[in-house]
Antibody, heavy 118, light 107 residues
Framework: EVQLVESGGGLVEPGGSLRLSCAAS????????MNWVRQAPGKGLEWISY????????QYADSVKGRLTISRDNARNSLYLQMNSLRDEDTAVYYC???????????WGQGTMVTVSS | DIQMTQSPSSLSASVGDRVTITCRAS??????LNWYQQKPGKAPKLLIY???SLQSGVPSRFSGSGSGTDFTLTISSLQPEDSSTYYC?????????FGQGTKVEIK
């Protein structure tokens, strides 16, 4: 079964750090670009980061640039999001999503909740 | 950044009705337009990619059309399980951006 499973979310104080992971299975992870998308409580979807299949190209939304870092380990079939200098407005469910035809996101994880609060 | 505007923000329709949701881009995006369905507490699900291509496994009552700046998602005969929020997304240029969502309720 093609699957993405996120982990690493939790409660963190403003200014703190967190590392999210996304474990892929059921497909050849190394051949797909990947993304992180977040959704604040009761709000819409926000794309925040992209990484190419090799990891050589990375892109970020302005709202997270310089604070969040995307990476991947193709040998471990895993995607990561290192989150530093967290703010209240980073509180959201974070989804990893596979990039398929025409950059559409065809497979999503179940999401992991990140709460930034003192 | 390319802004995506959906209309309406919400709608209520009866089972069997034809439902249309519109998405407008702030500049031309060719056919780099995708549609997702999201149920409460669940991850989004891809319905339509490249404006009009039906994702594998998605019922044929869903269809998409449009190019340039104006796009439409149509549900030809609304079913109870279609009660969800629908989002459009442009992937013409980063940052990829989503519409604000359209909540579809069943009367």
């Amino acid at each position: 079964e093609v699957q993405l499973v996120e982990s690493g979310g939790g409660l963190v104080e403003p200014g703190g750090s967190l590392r999210l992971s996304c474990a892929a299975s059921g497909f050849t992870f190394s051949t797909y670009s990947m993304n992180w998308v977040r959704q604040a409580p009761g709000k819409g979807l926000e794309w925040i980061s992209y990484i190419s299949s090799s990891g050589s190209t990375k892109q970020y939304a302005d709202s997270v640039k310089g604070r969040l870092t995307i990476s991947r380990d193709n040998a471990r079939n895993s995607l990561y999001l290192q989150m530093n200098s967290l703010r209240d407005e980073d509180t959201a469910v974070y989804y990893c999503a596979r990039d398929a035809t025409a950059e559409a996101f065809d497979i999503w994880g179940q999401g992991t909740m990140v709460t930034v609060s003192s | 950044d390319i802004q995506m505007t959906q209309s309406p923000s919400s709608l209520s329709a009866s089972v069997g009705d034809r439902v249309t949701i519109t998405c407008r881009a702030s500049q031309s995006i060719s056919t780099y337009l995708n549609w997702y369905q999201q149920k409460p507490g669940k991850a989004p699900k891809l319905l339509i990619y490249a404006a009009s291509s039906l994702q594998s496994g998605v019922p044929s009552r869903f269809s998409g059309s449009g190019s340039g700046t104006d796009f439409t998602l149509t549900i030809s005969s609304l079913q109870p399980e279609d009660s969800s929020t629908y989002y459009c997304q442009q992937t013409s240029s980063t940052p990829w951006t989503f519409g604000q969502g359209t909540k579809v309720e069943i009367k």
